[in-house]
């Protein structure tokens, strides 16, 4: 019997399954943003089509329809921050619940109750992906210094203290191919390795 | 017949490198595309079985 059939079956199933992966790859959209959260997964409520903020962090996930790999996230953002001075948001990168490097999109000394719009770019290949491909959204807002010197240090132990507010107006989320770097890459299959799976 | 001898090998190693990809890193690939292979390997393999002629 010739080895020619099998070796042939092997690398014609390595090429379809490298053109499945290419087309993942290259799908580029707006994907859903679920319900803007607080750390316990209480929803923040609504208030005239606007998402009002009351504490320092605000999770949401974003539902992805691809692997991370080669994807850059394009976040949309129109906000009226109030007395916040500064915003920032960041995608999940580990495990570990706080795992965020954020990106600040808006600083202030001011107070500003008019709707402000900004555009931030997150690249996605280090990030964590859970099974059902969605990623972790996690949005910092920090308070004026007045308030941190008349209210407490402690706003993060206690909710109730937290003096944060700032509204989101819309927010939209869309994905296209990017070129990753060598660091995100080994980040991706590191991930891979180290993912904790069922026995 | 060699053609689809060929298919199904080719199917096959697909289906079984997508349920890997799958395990490893579940969002590599769908459910509904490891299905879709797998189905796809088990028909071509059950047409190539079935027009091999029979011997008695």
Known sequence: ???????????????????????????????????????????????????????????????????????????????????????????????????????????????????????????????????DRSIDLMFFADTSPAEIVSGSSAVLDTPTLDTTNWELVSISARVHPTRPDGTAIKEYVRSIFKRERPL | MKNLALLAGILSVSALLCFILRYLHPATFTSATTAILTLAAALTTAGYIASQPHGN
């Open chain 1, 1 to 131: 019997m010739t080895k020619r059939p099998i070796i042939t079956s092997i690398l014609g199933g390595i090429l379809l399954i490298a053109a499945l992966a290419l087309i993942n790859v290259l799908q580029q959209g707006e994907r859903v943003v679920t319900l803007l959260t607080t750390i316990r997964g209480v929803p923040y409520p609504s208030l005239q089509n606007r998402t009002v903020i009351t504490e320092s962090l605000a999770h949401a996930d974003i539902e992805l329809v691809e692997p991370v790999l080669a994807k850059e996230l394009e976040l949309t953002l129109e906000f009226i921050p109030h007395r916040t001075t500064s915003l920032a948001v960041g995608i999940r990168r580990d495990p570990f619940w706080l795992s965020y490097k954020p990106t600040v999109f808006y600083t202030s000394t001011t107070e500003s109750t008019k709707p402000i719009s900004a555009t931030v770019n997150i690249p996605l290949t280090d990030k964590l992906q859970d099974a």
